[in-house]
């Protein structure tokens, strides 16, 4: 098998519907760490969102890593170590925090040690957030002046409408900072240079391989510059257009065992 690094997004990618990877996925990945491949997964979610997926994939006994925050943090499982960890500029944190009060946005960022999911205001998609990171939902309208201490990043969590036509809007207040959508409902807030392809390729570094022997696997708009750039680029078939339009393959949707079917023609040197 030519790639010798695997990155998966995980929601709407690697998990299913019900949020686990599928006991066929599992079969299929260790077939590949068997041939020596590394699994890396690379998520918009915090550490603790991301850990009860590394240790069902036994990525601390294996040997993996955990991509979090869109790639602003790196975490060697088997060494438990971070690699790298990336933070906003503390002088826009109180600005957008501010901004997204004024205009009656929810958003949120997380506690210092990363077990508590903090917001100016619960909505629903906040709350989806807390749910699928397993974190508990503290409120703090004023939560510009209360984050006093580094953070990988701020999410403002809106219906997709609002969404859309915000991200013009955030990307001119704060033109040295990466925004974009993990999901249609998440506007991601991040430092400038961080998105994970530009952490794979450090990731990729650190482990010894080029970004030709990369396969990224995702569905949604922060999986875009991996898909594009890494040496095998796989979509989901639920992936946004914009992801499908930029990957080299195109394979089955998370329900239906999509990484597993193109690890599959991997592992047969078919992609």
């Given at each position: 098998m030519k790639y010798r690094l695997l990155a998966f997004d995980l929601d709407g990618t690697l998990t299913n519907s019900q949020k686990i990877v599928t006991p066929k996925t599992k079969e299929i990945l260790y077939e590949a760490r068997?041939?020596?491949?590394?699994?890396?997964?690379?998520?918009?979610?915090?550490?603790?969102?991301?850990?009860?997926?590394?240790?069902?994939?036994e990525l601390e006994r294996l040997g993996g890593f955990i991509l979090a925050c869109n790639g602003g943090l790196i975490y060697d499982c088997k060494q438990k170590k971070t690699i790298l960890e990336?933070?906003?500029p503390r002088d826009v944190?109180?600005?957008i925090c501010d901004y997204a009060n004024e205009k009656g946005y929810s958003i949120l960022t997380y506690s210092?040690?990363?077990?508590?999911?903090?917001?100016?205001?619960?909505?629903?998609?906040?709350?989806?957030e807390a749910r699928i990171n397993h974190l508990p939902m503290k409120e703090i309208?004023?939560?510009?002046?209360?984050?006093?201490?580094?953070?990988?990043?701020?999410?403002?969590?809106?219906?997709?409408?609002?969404?859309?036509?915000?991200m013009p809007v955030l990307r001119s207040m704060v033109p040295g900072l990466n925004v974009f959508t993990s999901a249609p409902f998440f506007m991601?807030?991040?430092?400038?240079?961080?998105?994970?392809?530009?952490s794979l390729a450090k990731l990729c570094s650190y482990v010894g391989c080029t970004?030709?022997?990369?396969?990224?696997?995702?569905?949604?708009?922060?999986?875009?510059?991996?898909i594009a750039q890494s040496g095998l680029g796989v979509a989901m078939a639920n992936a946004s257009d914009a992801v499908k339009e930029v990957a080299d393959y195109?394979?089955?949707?998370?329900?239906?065992?999509g990484c597993a079917h193109a690890i599959e023609l991997m592992l047969q040197d078919l992609l």
């Open positions: 068997r041939q020596g491949v590394t699994i890396a997964l690379a998520s918009g979610r915090p550490v603790h969102g991301i850990e009860p997926i590394a240790r069902d994939l990336t933070s906003l944190v109180k600005p210092e040690d990363g077990h508590t999911l903090y917001t100016n205001q619960v909505n629903r998609y906040v709350e989806i309208y004023n939560l510009g002046t209360f984050i006093t201490y580094p953070i990988p990043k701020l999410l403002i969590t809106e219906d997709p409408e609002t969404v859309e036509a915000e991601e807030i991040v430092p400038k240079g961080i998105d994970k392809f530009e970004t030709e022997e990369l396969a990224a696997f995702g569905d949604g708009g922060n999986d875009i510059t991996m195109v394979t089955f949707d998370n329900d239906s065992d």
